[in-house]
Nanobody
């Protein structure tokens, strides 16, 4: 099994930056890709970004492309989401997810096996 713990959320103003962290433990060698999702008030869980460990490729939702960057640190078994130029519409609970699936799917929640507890990001106007 894999355990995921997110951190780094908080309350910021529009235009500010935050870096979210996701620490993985357990069977980390089995992780093929990791993703970030978010869920705002009254909304479903939305894809934000993903990084594929096998191919070292990254993917982003159009709404965050150019502002957010996903990265990894293998030595620390961690992935990060650097969020710049934050907007009020970025307000959501952000979840880290890990997948044992080697397929190219990355944007759907069904592609991931394990989830963190989420961290709240609130962006004021």
């Amino acid at each position: 099994q894999v355990q995921l713990v997110e951190s780094g959320g908080g309350l910021v103003q529009a235009g500010d930056s935050l870096r979210l962290s996701c620490a993985a433990s357990g069977r980390t060698l089995s992780i093929y890709k990791m993703g970030w999702f978010r869920q705002g008030p009254g909304k479903g869980r939305e894809f934000v970004a993903a990084i594929n460990y096998g191919g070292a490729s990254t993917h982003y939702a159009d709404s965050v492309k150019g502002r957010f960057t996903v990265s990894r640190d293998n030595a620390k078994n961690s992935v990060y989401l650097q969020m710049n130029v934050l907007k009020p519409e970025d307000t959501a609970v952000y979840y880290c997810a890990a997948s044992f699936d080697s397929s190219t799917l990355y944007y759907t929640t069904t592609a991931y096996n394990y989830w963190g507890q989420g961290t709240q990001v609130t962006v004021s106007s």
